[in-house]
C-alpha cells in the first residue's frame, strides 16, 4: 500500500515539476487530483479567464464602436453599420472552426500564448483606422474580419480547460472559464465608453474628434459638442494583451497525453497561424458573395452563406492539413459520426448564440429603435429619422444583459452539475420562447411610436430575461457535453459547438438589422421563439424522454 502510495506521489511530483509540458495527467484518479492536479488545473484556468475575457472584448467591440461612429458623424449609413458587427461575428464564428482543433495539435500552452498575443494586431489597428473619417468602408470592414480572431479564441481555451478537470466538475470548470471570459462582452461595454472620454495615451493616442450626437456612458449621457477618442476602443486593451501574454507563456501547460504531437513551440506556433490564416480564406470568400456592392457581389442569402462558410472552412482545413496535423485533424473530425454533435450543437445555438447575438445588436438596436421618434409624415407613411430628446443612450444600458448573461454562466454549470443538464436547458429554452415573443412585441410597439422611450423599460427588462436564460444554459450545454463524451472527443465537440453557435453574432445583427430597416422588427424576435421552442422539443427527444439514451446527463 505505501509502496503504492509513494508512487503515485512520485508521479505528481513529476508531473509539476516538467514544466511548460506534462506528460503524466489522471484527473479522474482522485489521489492524483488531489496531490498534483487541481493545482495546475486551477492555475491554468485562472490564466485562462483573462485572456479569454479580452479575445471577447476585442471581437464584440465593433458593437459599441458602431454606435459612436454614428455618434461621431462618420460617413456611413446605419445598414453599412450593421456590417461591421456581422462581419466581426462571422469572422470569430469561422475562426473557431480550426481553433477547436488547435489544441490537440499544438498543446494548450501554445495555443493560448500565440491566440492571445495575435489580438494585438486587430487592437493596434483599430486604434489607428477610427482616427480617420475620410478612410473608407473597406478598411474598417476589414478590421472588424481581423477582430474574429478574438471570438475563435473562446474554442481553443474551452477546449483546453476541459482537458485539465474530472469530468465531476466540467461544469463547473467550464462554466467559470466561459462566464468569467463571457465578461469580456460586458467589459469591453462599460470600458470602452469610459476610455473614450479621455487621452488615454496622451500624445500618442492621437487626437480628439468631437460628438454631432449625444452620447453616454454607464453613468448617463454625454452631451454633443464633446470630445471624444474613439480611437482608444481599440488602444485600450494593448495594456492587457501583452502582460497576459506573458502570464499565459510562463504560467500555463501542454498536456502531452492530450497533444502529444503538439512538437516544439516554434513548430506549433506554425501550426496555429497556418489554421488560422487558412480560416479567412473561406470567411472573406463567403462575405464577398453576401455583402452587397461596392464590398461584395450581393448574391447569397444569408442562410445559404452561412452553412457555404462552415462546409468550405471544414474542407480547408482537411485538404490543408498535411504530415502528422493531417492524422490528427482526421482522428478530431470523428465526432460529426456522432449525433449528439449535432443535437448539442442546436442547444447550444439557442444558449450561446442568443447570447452573443444579442450583445452584438443590442447597443445599435437601442439607438435605432429608441434615439428616433417613429411618426406618419404627411402621406401617411412611417418615418424613423426624426431625433428622440428622451432617447435612452445604448452606453448607457447595453451592458446590463450581457453582464447578467455572463455572470450566471458558472452558476448554470455548478447547478447542472447537482441536477442534470439537460432539465435546466429545458426549464431555460421555456423562458427564452415566451421572453422573445414579448420582447418582439414590445419592440413593435415602440417602432410605430413618436415616443418609444415608454416601452423601454420593458424591453431592456426582457432583454435581460433572455440574457439570464441563455447564461444559465451556457452552463448547462457544456456540462451536457462534457458528460456524454470522452476526453479525446469532448473538447473538439465544445469547440465545434461554439463554433457554430457563435455565427448567432452574424446572424442577430443581420437579421434584427434587416426586420428593423423592413419596419417589422418583432418578426426577428417572433421567429427565434420559434427557432427555441424547436429545441425545447429536441432536447426532451434526445435527453429528457423515456428511453433516451442519456437522460439528463
Not at 516538467?18 to 503524466?24: L, M, N, P
Not at 483573462?50 to 467591440?61: N, R
Not at 458623424?73 to 469572422?91: C, D, K, V, Y
Not at 502531452?256 to 506556433?269: L, N, Q
Request: hydrophobic letters at 55%; proline letters at 5%; one cysteine or more.
Amino acid at each position: 500500500m505505501n509502496t503504492k502510495a509513494n508512487s503515485l506521489s512520485a508521479s505528481g511530483a513529476a508531473a509539476s515539476s516538467q514544466g511548460a509540458d506534462i506528460a503524466d495527467w489522471r484527473p479522474e484518479d482522485d489521489k492524483f487530483w488531489e496531490q498534483t492536479g487541481k493545482k495546475i488545473a486551477y492555475r491554468n484556468l485562472w490564466i485562462s479567464v483573462p485572456a479569454l475575457l479580452c479575445g471577447f472584448a476585442v471581437w464584440g467591440m465593433w458593437g459599441i464602436i458602431t454606435v459612436q461612429m454614428l455618434n461621431l458623424g462618420f460617413p456611413f449609413t446605419q445598414a453599412e453599420l450593421f456590417t461591421l458587427t456581422a462581419i466581426s461575428g462571422i469572422a470569430g464564428a469561422t475562426m473557431r472552426i480550426p481553433a477547436s482543433f488547435l489544441v490537440r495539435l499544438a498543446g494548450g500552452r501554445n495555443t493560448i500564448f500565440l491566440t492571445t498575443a495575435m489580438l494585438l494586431a486587430p487592437a493596434i489597428g483599430t486604434g489607428i483606422a477610427l482616427q480617420h473619417k475620410d478612410w473608407p468602408l473597406w478598411a474598417f470592414q476589414l478590421l472588424a474580419l481581423w477582430s474574429g480572431v478574438g471570438g475563435g479564441n473562446f474554442a481553443s481555451s474551452m477546449s483546453n480547460i476541459s482537458t485539465f478537470f474530472p469530468k465531476r466538475l466540467q461544469g463547473t470548470a467550464l462554466g467559470l472559464n466561459a462566464g468569467l471570459g463571457n465578461f469580456g462582452v460586458t467589459t469591453m461595454q462599460i470600458v470602452i465608453p469610459l476610455v473614450m472620454t479621455l487621452p488615454l495615451l496622451g500624445a500618442f493616442g492621437g487626437e480628439p474628434m468631437t460628438l454631432v450626437k449625444d452620447s453616454g456612458w454607464i453613468f448617463g449621457k454625454i452631451a454633443a459638442g464633446t470630445p471624444t477618442w474613439i480611437q482608444n476602443a481599440g488602444f485600450a486593451w494593448v495594456i492587457s494583451l501583452i502582460p497576459l501574454s506573458i502570464l499565459a507563456w510562463f504560467g500555463m501547460n501542454n498536456l502531452k497525453t492530450v497533444s502529444p504531437e503538439a512538437g516544439s513551440p516554434i513548430g506549433a506556433f506554425a501550426k496555429v497561424t497556418y489554421l488560422y490564416t487558412l480560416a479567412f480564406i473561406p470567411a472573406i470568400f463567403m462575405l464577398y458573395l453576401y455583402l452587397p456592392a461596392p464590398t461584395g457581389l450581393g448574391i447569397l442569402n444569408m442562410w445559404v452563406a452561412i452553412p457555404l462558410d462552415i462546409v468550405l472552412a471544414l474542407v480547408v482545413m482537411k485538404l490543408a492539413a498535411f504530415g502528422p496535423m493531417k492524422e490528427g485533424v482526421t482522428k478530431q473530425f470523428a465526432i460529426f459520426r456522432n449525433k449528439h454533435t449535432w443535437s448539442l450543437t442546436a442547444l447550444y445555438i439557442v444558449t450561446f448564440g442568443s447570447f452573443i447575438g444579442f450583445s452584438m445588436v443590442l447597443p445599435l438596436a437601442i439607438t435605432v429603435i429608441f434615439g428616433f421618434q417613429h411618426v406618419a409624415d404627411a402621406a401617411g407613411v412611417m418615418t424613423h429619422t426624426l431625433k428622440n430628446p428622451n432617447a435612452p443612450s445604448a452606453l448607457t444600458y447595453a451592458w446590463i444583459g450581457p453582464f447578467v448573461g455572463a455572470a450566471v454562466r458558472p452558476l448554470g454549470g455548478w447547478i447542472s452539475d447537482k441536477v442534470g443538464g439537460s432539465i435546466v436547458t429545458q426549464v431555460i429554452s421555456a423562458v427564452m420562447v415566451l421572453a422573445s415573443a414579448a420582447v418582439g412585441y414590445v419592440m413593435m410597439q415602440a417602432y410605430g411610436s413618436a415616443t418609444p422611450e415608454q416601452y423601454f423599460p420593458a424591453f431592456i427588462g426582457l432583454f435581460i430575461v433572455l440574457f439570464f436564460a441563455s447564461g444559465i444554459g451556457n452552463g448547462s450545454t457544456f456540462r451536457t457535453i462534457g458528460v456524454i463524451f470522452d476526453r479525446q472527443q469532448a473538447g473538439p465537440v465544445l469547440g465545434w459547438t461554439s463554433a457554430v453557435a457563435a455565427y448567432g453574432a452574424f446572424i442577430a445583427p443581420v437579421v434584427i438589422g434587416a426586420q428593423i430597416k423592413a419596419g417589422t422588427p418583432q418578426f426577428a424576435m417572433y421567429g427565434f421563439a420559434i427557432f427555441y421552442a424547436v429545441c425545447l422539443v429536441l432536447n426532451w427527444w434526445f435527453y429528457l424522454r423515456v428511453g433516451s439514451e442519456f437522460k439528463n446527463p
